[in-house]
């Protein structure tokens, strides 16, 4: 259950761009924007970038880094579930605000 949770955030959050060689070069991190009340903007930022480029067995090292990382994930006080800090308001997820009757 939680690890099915952990691939749904680095399937839709979490990006990673080859070389030619089928090397990680470059790893990226979305951040969700939230100009108004719904529709959010993704913006792609570059998290790290990697000289030499690194191997599948290094990035799965490093992704597990930057899901710590507070500064674009948190987990949420009421259900404690992962998410990226676009979907949560302090230390509670939309999801959960909606719940309480909160609009975004
Ligand atoms: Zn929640």
Redesign the pocket.
Known sequence: MIQNRIEHLIKNWIMTERNNHGKIEKLYVCELIWPGPHAPIERWVLYREYTPAIDENQIQNEIEILLADEKYFGN?D??G?KMIQGNMCDA??H??MEKHDVIF
């Open positions: 949420c009421c259900c579930k509670i997820c999801a959960c």
